[in-house]
């Protein structure tokens, strides 16, 4: 059980386009989504947070308008990175949990889709 | 302020020896989460172990046990006969309980290299 998916795992894209991730929970229904990069050999950096039906909240420096997530469903939350630029290039991973709140939920993570913006 | 450290950044050990991962963390709450997770080469965050502030009691889950220790604030992970598919990134993770802030903060990660 507790499996999320991500698609595409990996997209090549040129400087300017628009990128969408998506990230399902595929045998839970959660409330809470999180994506998070990480770049070579580093920790993982939290970006936001997704609860269902509600708008995400952003971690400090990180542009809202530049990663726009949506969290329309109990099994979906997207990612589109807008406008993208090289420095965008990175290894992005969601992760989902069944509760809204509460640090004792477990967060399943995706297998993580890796960009690279030319 | 909630941190962890690993203060390890890279072990190579070759195959069967055991390996002890650590894991120090930091908080103001008494009652917080702590998790171990593994990220093979394929990049997938593989979730190993929950525990909460409460049960210090060690667990051993076949190859993999944990020692948590609340007087020292650590969480380590050992390997026992460790093999080459156990070659990951290991990252060690903190929650706290609070509603607004129940985020995981995780360590810097330790890279194990098990050699044939």
């Known amino acids: 059980g507790a499996v999320v998916s991500q698609h595409p795992s990996w997209v090549i894209c040129k400087s300017g386009t628009s990128v969408k991730i998506e990230c399902r929970s595929l045998d839970f229904q959660a409330t809470t989504m999180f994506w998070y990069r990480q770049f070579p050999k580093q920790s993982l950096m939290l970006m936001a947070t997704?609860?269902?039906?509600?708008?995400?909240?952003?971690e400090q420096g990180v542009e809202k308008d530049k990663f726009l997530i949506n969290h329309a469903s109990l099994t979906l939350s997207t990612l589109t990175v807008t406008s993208a630029h090289p420095e965008d290039s990175s290894f992005y991973i969601c992760s989902a949990r069944v509760g809204r709140t509460g640090g004792q939920e477990t967060q399943y993570f995706g297998p993580g889709t890796r960009l690279l913006v030319l | 302020a909630q941190k962890v450290t690993q203060a390890q950044t890279e072990i190579s050990v070759v195959e069967k020896e055991d390996v002890t991962l650590d894991c120090v963390y930091e908080?103001?709450?008494?009652?917080?989460?702590l998790f171990w997770y593994k990220q093979p080469p394929s990049g997938e965050l593989v979730f190993l172990i929950r525990r909460n502030s409460f049960d210090e009691q060690n667990e051993i889950s076949g190859r993999y046990s944990w020692n948590f220790q609340k007087s020292t604030s650590s969480f380590n992970f050992t390997i026992t006969a460790s093999q080459v598919v156990d070659s990951a990134v290991y990252f060690c993770?903190?929650?706290?309980?609070?509603?607004?802030?129940?985020?995981?903060?995780f360590g810097t990660g330790t890279r194990l290299q098990v050699f044939p």
């Open positions: 997704s609860n269902e039906g509600s708008k995400a909240t952003y």
């Open positions: 993770a903190l929650s706290e309980a609070r509603g607004n802030t129940d985020k995981l903060i």
């Open positions: 908080t103001r709450d008494t009652t917080y989460y």
